[in-house]
């Protein structure tokens, strides 16, 4: 079992930034696929940035790209998600996951995920 515990949000404005982290325990993630999802109220929870277990590859979602930044320290057992640029339709629960064996077509998707955070709240204000 892995336990993901999410910090780092809060209330922001329009155009600060935001560092994000995800700390694990229970199980070392270094060769998980790690991604962040992110659900605002009345929506679906929706991708937001996927990295390989290595580092090696990221992906995001065309919403953020250019903004967000993913990365992890593998010998810390983190994930970070820097948000810089942000807007209020940024304003959601951040959710980290844990993919233990997805291949990366899947990262994109919830259902390709086996551990998840409780999640922490961004608010972006006008």
């Known amino acids: 079992q892995v336990q993901l515990v999410e910090s780092g949000g809060g209330l922001v404005q329009a155009g600060g930034s935001l560092r994000l982290s995800c700390a694990a325990s229970g199980r070392t993630i270094s060769s998980y696929a790690m991604g962040w999802f992110r659900q605002a109220p009345g929506k679906e929870r929706e991708f937001v940035e996927a990295i390989s277990y290595n580092g090696g590859r990221t992906y995001s979602t065309d919403s953020v790209k250019g903004r967000f930044t993913i990365s992890r320290d593998n010998a810390k057992n983190t994930v970070s998600l820097q948000m810089n640029s942000l807007k209020p339709e940024d304003t959601a629960v951040y959710y980290c996951?844990?993919?233990?064996?997805?291949?990366?077509?899947?990262?994109?998707?919830?259902?390709?995920?086996?551990?998840w955070g409780q999640g922490t709240q961004v608010t972006v204000s006008s």
């Open positions: 996951a844990a993919a233990t064996t997805s291949t990366d077509a899947r990262l994109f998707s919830k259902t390709g995920y086996d551990y």
